[in-house]
């Protein structure tokens, strides 16, 4: 079982930057793939990113490349969600998801956090 909690959620103004942070504990290993989904109000959830543990290979959904980057503290298996440039359509609850599993692969989430708020005002 893996735990994995967020934080860093809030309020920005559209252009703005946001950084999230998720922290797991439990059976945490260098085989971990960790990564972040959103839901906005009204539409399914979404992926947004993710990291592989043991080479931080990264992946990363088209809409937001090149303005969001995910990295990891391999010392406290934290993982960072860096926002920047956000946008109005950025605003959801983020989820922070965890599993053993390839980083290629977008589903198949084992663990998910409770989410964390953000909100971008145009």
């Known amino acids: 079982q893996v735990h994995v909690v967020e934080s860093g959620g809030g309020l920005v103004q559209a252009g703005g930057s946001l950084r999230l942070s998720c922290a797991a504990s439990?059976?945490?290993?260098?085989?971990?793939?960790m990564g972040w989904f959103r839901q906005a109000p009204g539409k399914e959830r979404e992926f947004v990113a993710a990291?592989?543990?043991?080479?931080?290979?990264?992946l990363y959904a088209d809409s937001v490349t090149g303005r969001f980057t995910i990295s990891r503290d391999d010392a406290k298996y934290t993982v960072f969600l860096q926002m920047d440039s956000l946008k109005f359509e950025d605003t959801a609850v983020y989820y922070c998801?965890?599993?053993?599993?390839?980083?290629?692969?977008?589903?198949?989430?084992?663990?998910w956090g409770q989410g964390t708020q953000v909100t971008v005002s145009s």
């Open positions: 439990g059976r945490t290993n260098s085989r971990l793939t």
């Open positions: 990291i592989n543990w043991s080479n931080e290979v990264t």
């Open positions: 998801v965890a599993k053993y599993g390839a980083v290629w692969e977008r589903g198949n989430y084992n663990y």
